[in-house]
C-alpha cells in the first residue's frame, strides 16, 4: 500500500509532492489558513506542512471513535467538524484536545461534508441505517439542534458543500440518472435543484475555491458504481459557472480517499490531493 499527498497550482499547472507513505493509510486533505493540510488516517487526524517541510503529526482529540474521511474545517480554521465511525458528527480543536458530539440520532448515519460561511450550520448525508440506498441531503445546527431535509431519499446524494456566498450547496447525486453520479446544486432551503454536468463520466465531489471563482471535482471512468478506491480517475476543474467546460488537470489512480473533502488553498491558487499509485 503507497498513499501519495500533492498539491496542484491551478495557475502554472505544478505538481508539488508533499508526503509519500507506505504505512498510515492517508485521505481527504484539508488546508488551512496557516499552510497546514489535515488528514485522516488509520481513523485518526493528522497535521503536515503543505510545502512538504514536514511530516505529519497525529493531532490528539480525546472522547472520539475512530474517524472517517469526511471532515471539514470551520471558519477561522481554528477547530474542526468531523465524522465517526460511529455515525455522527463531533467537533474538535485544531490543537487537540476533547471533542464534542453533536448529532444524537441512532437510527441515522451522518457523513459530513459542508459548512455554513458563517459556520452555523452542516450539510450531510444521512443514511437510515443500515440502506445505502436512502443516502439523501440534510442540515444540522452546529450546536446539534434544527434538523432540516434538502433533499427527498431515493436520489443516491452525497457530497453536500456550500458555495462561498452560501447562496447553493453543490453535491453529486444519481437523481437524474440512477446508477450515473453526476454534480448538481440546489439552495440550502431545499428548492432549485438543478443538474451541472451532464457526460458519460461519473462525477463526485465538487469543492469550490474560497474566491468562488473555480471547482474542482472527482471524475470516474464510465460506469463506474459509488466512489471507489484503486481506479483511473480525473481531477476536472471549473472556472466560474461553465460546468460543460470542465477540463481535466490531473490524471491519477486513486478515487476514495483522493478529494473526498474540500482542500482549496486561502488563496485560491491551490487544491491537495492523494493518489494511491499501484504497487507491485
Not at 440520532?105 to 445505502?132: I, Q
Request: proline share 7%; glycine share 12%.
Amino acid at each position: 500500500m503507497q498513499c501519495r499527498i500533492f498539491t496542484y497550482d491551478i495557475v502554472t499547472g505544478e505538481r508539488t509532492h508533499v508526503h509519500t507513505s507506505t504505512s498510515v493509510h492517508f485521505e481527504a486533505p484539508n488546508w488551512t489558513a496557516g499552510d497546514t493540510l489535515i488528514v485522516n488516517g488509520d481513523g485518526r487526524l493528522w497535521a503536515l506542512p503543505a510545502d512538504g517541510s514536514g511530516g505529519p503529526r497525529q493531532i490528539p482529540i480525546d472522547g472520539i471513535p475512530g474517524l472517517n474521511n469526511d471532515h471539514v474545517l470551520a471558519p477561522g480554521h481554528q477547530r474542526i467538524f468531523l465524522s465517526a465511525d460511529d455515525g455522527h458528527l463531533y467537533e474538535a480543536a485544531l490543537s487537540g484536545g476533547p471533542a464534542r458530539k453533536i448529532t444524537s440520532d441512532d437510527a441515522r448515519r451522518h457523513f459530513l461534508h459542508g459548512v455554513s460561511p458563517d459556520g452555523t450550520t452542516l450539510a450531510y448525508v444521512g443514511v437510515d441505517r443500515p440502506d445505502w440506498s436512502t443516502a439523501s441531503l440534510l442540515t444540522v445546527g452546529a450546536d446539534g439542534g434544527g434538523t432540516t431535509r434538502l433533499t427527498a431519499i431515493g436520489g443516491t446524494d452525497d457530497g453536500p458543500e456550500y458555495t462561498p456566498d452560501g447562496a447553493w450547496i453543490h453535491f453529486n447525486t444519481e437523481r437524474f440518472s440512477p446508477g450515473h453520479a453526476q454534480i448538481a446544486r440546489i439552495r440550502p432551503d431545499g428548492t432549485g435543484v438543478e443538474q451541472l454536468t451532464h457526460d458519460e463520466r461519473v462525477n463526485w465531489f465538487p469543492h469550490f475555491a474560497p474566491d468562488g471563482r473555480h471547482a474542482v471535482y472527482l471524475s470516474y471512468p464510465p460506469g463506474t458504481q459509488g466512489h471507489p478506491a484503486d481506479l483511473p480517475v480525473e481531477l476536472r476543474l471549473v472556472e466560474g459557472d461553465d460546468w460543460a467546460a470542465a477540463r481535466t488537470v490531473v490524471a491519477l489512480q486513486g478515487g476514495q480517499g483522493t478529494i473526498n473533502v474540500n482542500s482549496w488553498s486561502t488563496d485560491s491558487r491551490r487544491f491537495a490531493y492523494v493518489d494511491y499509485p499501484a504497487t507491485r
